[in-house]
């Protein structure tokens, strides 16, 4: 769906989408695993400066693997959102200081409106977890032999090397040779 400059200048645009998995295209390890349903309006905030407010709910499970034991893992995701955008144009007029003091995230848009799954893929990838792990007991995989320690224990015991403590140690060996 295409959410139009010229419509918006005309009336408030709601939607109510369904996209089905593969339609949006996230990065490489993530992958939308479930139909992703949002609902929600668009408005033309200020019809001078082209500000485009998108308001709305989306719900959707997208798979990723885990990053500590890399086995694949499922994300439910239900998410409200409020999002503003401006022309492209309006980035390269106003500085830092103007973006900053509305207190506001602002997105941009290019040509003459927004591409709804643009919008959609942008809040779900914003309301995925910094780090994608299966659960937070993911004792993840060994670093020596790459098990995965939550099927079953390897019995490997890595040192943990701290380089910043050899000098001293040397030191130490070599005073407590002089004794």
Known sequence: MFIGLRELE???????VEIPAGEIDYESKISQSSVLHSEGTAQ????ALG????????NVTVESTCDRC?????FPIES???LIYMPASSAKTGGEDELDTAGVEVGYYE???LALKD???EVVLLALPMQLVCSEECKGICPVCGQN????????????????????RDFRAEIGQHN
């Open 149 to 168: 320690r939550n099927q079953r224990e390897c019995g490997c015991h890595p040192e943990a090397a701290d380089d910043r403590w050899n000098k001293l």
């Open 10 to 16: 005309l009336h408030t645009v709601s939607f109510n």
């Open 70 to 74: 890399v086995e694949p893992t499922s």
């Open 51 to 58: 500000e485009v407010r998108v308001l709305g709910d989306l």
């Open 111 to 113: 040509g003459s409106g």
């Open 44 to 47: 033309l905030l200020n019809h």
């Open 80 to 82: 409200h959102f409020d």
């Open 119 to 121: 919008v959609l893929r």
